[in-house]
Structure formats: structure tokens, C-alpha cells
């Protein structure tokens, strides 16, 4: 029996409507050197609001991941959504496959639409990472920072000693890029606090099919790249206003890394906790996390205002 609908591919054109009805509008740019980003970006950029780039992490493309908050956002900045490299429509032929690279890709097409400075950026999960390289590597161009569930400070040796539920980086890519529902069933096992019980195969496989089996290996050297070598040492303070926010019970990167975050990063950083949440509190506590990115990216820019 021929298989003619995909309840993924449905939601994803959702997702794109919704998007579009907020006022953001798909663009893809060739970056010149084998390397094409694709970004949602402002149909109309108004030069007197601050500019906001949310980042995604794993999993599918950005639209899934930011959807329920383009909407309150959108009418305080001007918000640009990019999928990074080996996500939605992005790629490169090129063989870099560090955060720093996905950094520079991000920043480049921010150039390429005019944006050159004056960036908040909002990362989730890998995309933190990301974000953590742009205030390091561009620090002039970005002024606030906030890093949800965001391991950056993860070191190698932190796998060896039984921080994670995993025992290896293989067990880890096998859970992180799932091929099958089970695989994907111990995924939303560790991404959420109160996991979706009984979800059917037929969905969890046909999530599969249109989100985690293109571009399998570049995903699998990414998760590479990110473990490899990695000591807290070599981790530069980032200086700009920082938001760490995390999930109380996440099972991905344990709280300790937060911590421990705020302890890398001195009085410049926040640490806040949402309570009963695991790691993808984007889609498990969307209010909660939009409360602390009101109070941490809106309320002062209210504050700011003549004769308030």
C-alpha cells in the first residue's frame, strides 16, 4: 500500500504557515563557498527595534522548535530564525563540523541580511552552543546572551565518569539521531520530565523518515565534534549579559552543568531553574521559559522607555 500522507510533513507545513502569518518569511542564502543557510527572517525590518536570533538544538528543523514563540516576540524585535548547518534547508560541502563554524555561518548571513551588530541571541540545547561561540568569537556584534540546557561546559572526561545517562558518545548519537522507535522512545524518555506515553510506531516512523535520516552522518560528527578533546579550560568567558536557563530533572545535560556555567561565567551570569521540566523545556514549559525571556529581554527595553 502506497503511503500518501505523513503526519510530520503536515505539521511541518503548519509550521511554515504559522511562521509566514507571524510576519517572518523563508530565505536561503549561498554564503559563496559551498555553504547555503536558509533563515526565516522579518518580512519588514524596523530599524528601531532590536534585533533577536533564536537558535535551535537537535531534533527536527528550527520551525519545530520556535514555533510557539514567534508570535509574542515578533512584535518587540526583529527575530531571525536560521537552521544550522544539516538542518531544514541548510548545508556545506566544506568539512568543518565545530559550533564555532556553525557560529560563523550564523553571523555571515546575519551580515548578508544587513544585520551587522546589536544581536540577542537565544540558543537551545546544541544551538546554545552555537550561541556561546557568537558572543565569543563577535563580541562586539552581540549584546545579550541567553544559553537553555546549553552544555557548553561539558568536558571529555565528564562521560568517563558517569555524569550522563549514556556510557559513550556512540550510545549517545544512537539516542540523539534515532532510526528507530524505540530509539526515539528513549529519546523523549530523556527530553522530557513527563514523557508522551504510548505514542504509535507508525508516528514515531514516519517522524523518522522526514526528519533524522537526512544528512545522519554530518549530524553524527557533529555530536562529535562537540565531545572531542573538550576541556573546560579552553572555554572563554563570554562577557555580555548572560541567561542561563534550565530544566530542573534534564537527563541530556544534568543541572550540574549549569551550575557550573554560572560558576565559569562569574556575576555576569544568571542561573534560573524551571521546576518539574527535563531538557526540552521549549516545548514542556513554553510559558515558563517565555516568562524568563520577557523578564531578561523585553522588561528592561520597556523600562528604557521615555517616561516609563
Not at 27 to 44: A, E, F, N, R
Request: glycine share 6%; hydrophobic share 40%; with cysteine.
Amino acid at each position: 500500500m502506497v503511503k500518501c500522507f505523513s503526519f510530520t510533513a503536515t505539521r511541518d507545513s503548519c509550521f511554515r504557515c504559522s511562521f509566514s502569518s507571524a510576519g517572518l518569511r523563508s530565505s536561503t542564502t549561498d554564503l559563496g563557498d559551498g555553504t547555503v543557510m536558509h533563515v526565516w527572517i522579518p518580512k519588514l525590518h524596523v530599524q528601531s527595534k532590536p534585533t533577536l536570533v533564536l537558535i535551535h538544538g537537535f531534533g527536527a528543523n528550527a520551525m519545530w522548535q520556535w514555533n510557539d514563540f514567534i508570535s509574542p516576540l515578533i512584535s518587540r524585535f526583529n527575530v531571525y530564525v536560521p537552521d544550522l548547518l544539516f538542518f531544514g534547508e541548510s548545508y556545506t560541502t566544506r568539512p568543518e563540523r565545530s559550533e564555532q563554524f556553525q557560529a560563523e555561518c550564523v553571523v555571515r548571513v546575519m551580515e548578508a541580511h544587513g544585520v551587522v551588530s546589536g544581536m540577542n541571541v537565544v540558543g537551545i540545547s546544541y544551538g546554545g552552543f552555537v550561541g556561546y561561540r557568537m558572543a565569543a568569537q563577535f563580541k562586539e556584534r552581540i549584546e545579550k546572551v541567553v544559553l537553555c540546557c546549553t552544555g557548553v561546559c561539558l568536558e571529555e572526561k565528564d562521560m568517563e565518569e558517569g555524569m550522563f545517562k549514556v556510557k559513550s558518545v556512540d550510545e549517545a548519537v544512537s539516542i540523539l539521531l534515532p532510526q528507530t522507535p524505540d530509539k526515539m522512545r528513549e529519546l523523549m524518555k530523556l527530553s522530557f520530565y513527563k514523557p508522551t506515553q504510548r505514542v504509535p510506531s507508525c508516528f514515531l516512523n514516519d517522524f523518522i523518515h522526514v526528519m533524522c535520516t537526512e544528512y545522519l552522518q554530518e549530524r553524527k560528527d557533529l555530536i562529535l565534534a562537540l565531545h572531542k578533546d573538550r576541556k573546560l579550560s579552553d572555554l572563554p568567558k563570554i562577557t555580555q549579559p548572560t541567561l542561563i536557563i534550565w530544566g530542573e530533572h534534564d537527563q541530556i545535560f544534568p543541572l550540574e552543568l549549569g551550575h557550573r556555567l554560572k560558576r565559569h561565567l562569574g556575576d555576569n551570569a544568571e542561573l534560573v531553574i524551571i521546576k518539574n521540566a527535563g531538557h526540552a523545556i521549549n516545548a514542556e514549559k513554553p510559558k515558563e521559559l517565555f516568562k524568563h525571556l520577557k523578564s531578561f529581554l523585553i522588561d528592561p527595553l520597556s523600562r528604557a522607555k521615555p517616561g516609563n
